[in-house]
Nanobody
Framework: HVQLVESGGGLVQAGGSLRLSCAAP????????MGWFRQAPGKAREGIAV???????AYAESMKDRFTISVDRAKDTLFLQMDNLKPEDTAVYYC????????????????WGQGTQVTVS
């Protein structure tokens, strides 16, 4: 069983930055993909970025200039660096794991964290 625990969310002013973390002890980074998603109230969950077993990354077009996904395998932790945040970035942010392909489709992932709230004022 893969346990994912996000942290790093909070309240930030527009233009600010946050770095989200997702602890994933024992996760098989060399086999599966991990991703970041978000869900705003009343909206569908949307993909932000994915990193595959080779460390290659892919982003949603609208977020690639401000968001950066990375992984520290030694620490079993996935990160999402978010810069120049905007009020429309307000959402619950989730990390996900277990996809066999590099994709931003939520249904492709079978492990999810509990989410961390990001609020941009």
């Amino acid at each position: 069983h893969v346990q994912l625990v996000e942290s790093g969310g909070g309240l930030v002013q527009a233009g600010g930055s946050l770095r989200l973390s997702c602890a994933a002890p024992g996760y098989r980074y060399d086999t599966y993909c991990m991703g970041w998603f978000r869900q705003a109230p009343g909206k569908a969950r949307e993909g932000i970025a994915v990193i595959d077993s080779d460390g290659d990354t892919a982003y949603a077009e609208s977020m690639k200039d401000r968001f950066t996904i990375s992984v520290d395998r030694a620490k079993d932790t996935l990160f999402l660096q978010m810069d120049n945040l905007k009020p429309e970035d307000t959402a619950v942010y989730y990390c996900a794991a277990g996809a066999t392909l590099s994709t931003l489709i939520p249904q492709s992932y079978n492990h999810w964290g509990q989410g961390t709230q990001v609020t941009v004022s």
